[in-house]
């Protein structure tokens, strides 16, 4: 079995920073990691490879600096590592970002496509779904977990739902999103660290690999339909008043404080 983890290297959202004048992201001298639903896909593709065999490739879409996020995957047991950039892939917001995607692993060749349920740094959740839309693939969300069934031709997934799970069986050639709660991801070996740096190979992808799968006009800032006015973090709010009373009159301040907002 043929399995694509695509991965996304995200800035640590406990260290960012915006800009005051234009509110973007200030990148610079924040450290960078793999998407923490990310490595749980990986986890599950490599768990899928070690009970019934098969070949785990990981590909991310990004700048030449995202080559430390697919060592980390190759040490963790990944078998290759694809980095498809490419300056006419600059600008692109999900749906350009998962055409692109979508033409990479269709130009590697998979049984099982494995997402993260979305990425910390913009939390749409919204490139894997569109990757097997563009890929005319079946696709389940929110795997909580994955197996693969007797006669090896389908994944039996249990999805998330907020009070509920529900089991899937969906056939091979398919994609599936996995939350953070799927598993816990292994950690880079020695042995893997230093395969991954001495041994093996991060393979570039251009538009030119990729150009039979997928239009330049869908792809970066051009195929982008939606733009990214401004980025701004939660203001603090003012702390409020504090009330020490008994229960009954609490209940009597809030239906108070309820009616002065007009909810009753």
């Not at 080559?67 to 980095?83: F, I, K, Q, S």
Request: contains cysteine; aromatic residues 6%.
């Amino acid at each position: 079995m043929k399995i694509i983890v695509c991965i996304k290297q995200v800035p640590d959202t406990n260290e960012v920073r915006l800009n005051p004048e234009t509110g973007v992201l200030i990148r610079d001298g924040v450290p960078s990691i793999i998407n923490p639903d990310d490595l749980c896909g990986i986890e599950a593709a490599l768990a899928l490879k070690d009970k019934h065999g098969g070949h785990v490739s990981v590909v991310t879409m990004g700048p030449p600096q995202a080559d430390v996020a697919l060592r980390e995957a190759l040490a963790m047991g990944c078998d290759e590592a694809y980095l498809v950039s490419d300056r006419v892939f600059g600008g692109a917001d999900t749906w350009a970002t998962s055409q692109t995607l979508a033409g990479a692993v269709k130009t590697i060749g998979f049984d099982l496509i494995i997402t993260g349920r979305q990425a910390i740094d913009g939390d749409t959740a919204q490139v894997g779904p569109q990757i097997a839309e563009h890929l005319g693939i079946p696709q389940v969300t929110y795997a909580e977990e994955v197996n693969q069934d007797a006669d090896g031709k389908a994944l039996i997934v249990r999805r998330q739902y907020e009070d509920r799970y529900q089991m899937i069986k969906i056939k091979f050639p398919c994609l599936v999103t996995a939350l953070s709660s799927l598993n816990e991801p292994r950690y880079m070996s020695v042995p893997g660290i230093v395969s991954a740096y001495d041994e093996k190979e991060v393979k570039i992808l251009k538009y030119d690999d990729i150009k039979h799968f997928v239009k330049e006009k869908d792809i970066g800032l051009k195929g982008s339909p939606t733009k990214v006015k401004k980025s701004f973090t939660k203001t603090a709010k003012a702390l409020g008043t504090l009330h020490e009373v008994p229960e009954d009159e609490a209940v009597e301040i809030i239906i108070n404080k309820l009616k002065e907002q007009f909810f009753l």
